[in-house]
Nanobody, 123 residues
């Protein structure tokens, strides 16, 4: 089992920044690729970003490229999502997820999920 706990959400103004953290415990963190997803009310959960075991490989949804940065610190068992130039349409609950070996853009392929953290961006 891997337990994931997100933090860092909150209220931001359009154009502002937030940094989300996801702390992992349980099984060896470095054996899991990580992903960030988000879900707005009435919408499906969508892929935001993924990062490889080492942190060298990353992937972003097109609408996040250039604004969001995913990173990880395997010594701290933590993955981060730096969100800049926030837009009201970024408002959602943000979830981190763990997947053995490699990341994926598909939520169904992840093994473990956190409870989510709310991000609200005002215009």
């Amino acid at each position: 089992q891997v337990q994931l706990v997100e933090s860092g959400g909150g209220l931001a103004q359009a154009g502002g920044s937030l940094r989300l953290s996801c702390a992992a415990s349980g099984r060896t963190f470095r054996n899991y690729a990580m992903g960030w997803f988000r879900q707005a009310p009435g919408q499906e959960r969508e892929f935001v970003a993924g990062i490889s075991l080492s942190g060298i490989g990353t992937r972003y949804a097109d609408s996040m490229k250039g604004r969001f940065t995913i990173s990880r610190d395997n010594a701290k068992n933590t993955v981060y999502l730096q969100m800049n130039s926030l837009k009201p349409e970024d408002t959602a609950v943000y979830y981190c997820a763990a997947r053995a070996i490699t990341y994926s853009a598909y939520a169904a392929e992840y093994d473990y999920w956190g409870q989510g953290t709310q991000v609200t961006v005002s215009s």
